[in-house]
């Protein structure tokens, strides 16, 4: 049986286990809608991009670069969405060794 400074102290910590959780989805949610947004933002920018002219190269060093894309939206998406990936990746890296190292510094202490 538990006394009745122990129910509050477990009423306390299960608030804060549920207040903890609910910060969580939060966060989850909140990443979630920024990175839908940022794509959303690059694919309307390569959208754009795409409708732009084409400028011809003065000499014939320019001709083959990034011939790959030339021509078509679909380059444009594809290196849009390429680089929303590699920035995405870069930044999930960084806040996971921030809270590694976060975390080793608790211990530590």
Excluded: N
Aim: contains cysteine; glycine residues 4%; hydrophobic residues 50%.
């Amino acid at each position: 049986m538990l006394t009745s400074e122990e129910r509050v102290e477990e009423l306390h910590r299960r608030m804060a286990v549920m207040k903890d959780m609910k910060s969580r989805r939060e966060y989850r949610i909140k990443t979630a809608a920024a990175a839908a947004l940022c794509l959303a933002i690059a694919v309307l920018i390569a959208l754009v991009v795409g409708r732009l002219p084409v400028i011809q190269p003065q000499s014939e060093a320019g001709i083959a670069a990034a011939s790959i894309f030339a021509g078509t939206v679909f380059g444009y998406i594809l290196v849009a969405i390429l680089a929303f990936c590699l920035g995405a990746l870069v930044t999930i890296f960084c806040f996971r060794l921030k809270r590694r190292m976060d975390e080793e510094e608790k211990e530590r202490e």
